[in-house]
């Protein structure tokens, strides 16, 4: 079983940037692939990123190439979305998500962090 964390959302004015943290706990980073997700008010959630370190593999969806940035840290077994330049459209729930390598369904959710950018 695994726990995600998430903290760090907030209100930020039109370019500004946030750190969003994810703590995971009950397995290691290396062994899962990792996620971050948000919703809009009235809109599906939908795909921010992946990362996958144990193949080095990370993806970003289109609206956020540039803009956000996926890590870890090991020691401390989270996972930050480093979030720059952020624009009214950004605004979301964003959600922390976990799946084993061997799995492709996201098994593991976080609870969410309401992330606001006002214009």
């Known amino acids: 079983q695994v726990q995600l964390v998430e903290s760090g959302g907030g209100l930020v004015q039109a370019g500004g940037s946030l750190r969003l943290s994810c703590a995971a706990s009950?397995?290691?980073?290396?062994?899962?692939?990792m996620g971050w997700f948000r919703q809009a008010p009235g809109k599906e959630r939908e795909f921010v990123v992946t990362a996958a370190w144990s193949s080095g593999t990370t993806n970003y969806a289109d609206s956020v190439k540039g803009r956000f940035t996926i890590s870890r840290d090991n020691p401390k077994n989270t996972v930050y979305l480093q979030m720059n330049s952020l624009k009214p459209e950004d605004t979301a729930v964003y959600y922390c998500?976990?799946?084993?390598?061997?799995?492709?369904?996201?098994?593991?959710w976080g609870q969410g962090t309401q992330v606001t950018v006002s214009s």
């Open positions: 009950g397995r290691t980073l290396s062994s899962l692939v």
């Open positions: 998500t976990a799946r084993p390598l061997s799995s492709g369904l996201w098994d593991y």
